[in-house]
Each structure stands twice: as structure tokens, then as C-alpha cells.
């Protein structure tokens, strides 16, 4: 099932002036051990989670019709530990990694 997401939030995703996409996108680990991912693929019909070490292939659900892709698995996916394909509506193939995957560098120094 769908993580609800506030709408303002997606619009503010989609049109560039959410203050921090990181809160939505990548990686969030849950207390039952499992970790939803989500990517923001407009261009994209198609898109598949890749695990780097196995190359196990997840297809993500695509839950907002601006483009928000999500799926949900079992465990931690670290930093690094997979990548995404995606097809776009004309039939391209991309492979891509997902910026954020990585943690925040942001310091409470450099926010204040």
C-alpha cells in the first residue's frame, strides 16, 4: 500500500520548491524492519529497483500520476547497495542511481 504523502508535498516536489525532497525521496527505514524507497521518474512509464550485489529486480509501483514511484522490501538498502532501470513513455532504457540513496551532509552548522 501507498505511503500517503500530502498533496501540497507532491506539488511542491514536482514544481521544484519542496525544502527538502530527502523528507519524500530515497530510502526510510520503518520499526517492522522493512525500508520503502521512493523516486520521482516524470518521463518514466517503467521503473525497476536493482539490488547491485544479486541483481534482483523489484518493479516499483508508480502511486502518483506526476511521477512518484515507491516500493516497499524486507530489510536496510545502504547507501550504494542498489540501482534503478527505467522506460521511458518512447521506449528508452535508463539506468540510473539514486541521489538520495546518501545520507544528508548538511550539518546543523550549515543550516543555521
Request: glycine share 10%.
Amino acid at each position: 500500500m501507498p505511503t500517503e504523502i500530502p498533496l501540497e508535498s507532491i506539488y511542491a516536489l514536482v514544481n521544484g520548491y519542496h525544502g527538502k525532497p530527502g523528507d519524500i525521496l530515497g530510502p526510510h527505514e520503518d520499526e517492522d524492519g522493512k525500508t520503502t524507497i521512493r523516486i520521482m521518474r516524470p518521463n518514466a512509464s517503467s521503473l525497476s529497483l536493482v539490488r547491485t550485489d544479486s541483481d534482483e529486480k523489484i518493479g516499483m509501483n508508480r502511486t502518483r500520476e506526476e511521477g512518484l514511484f515507491e516500493v516497499t522490501v524486507k530489510g536496510k538498502w545502504p547507501t550504494g547497495s542498489y540501482h534503478l532501470e527505467a522506460t521511458t513513455y518512447n521506449g528508452h532504457e535508463e539506468t540510473f542511481g539514486d541521489p538520495y540513496s546518501f545520507p544528508s551532509q548538511l550539518t546543523d552548522f550549515d543550516i543555521y
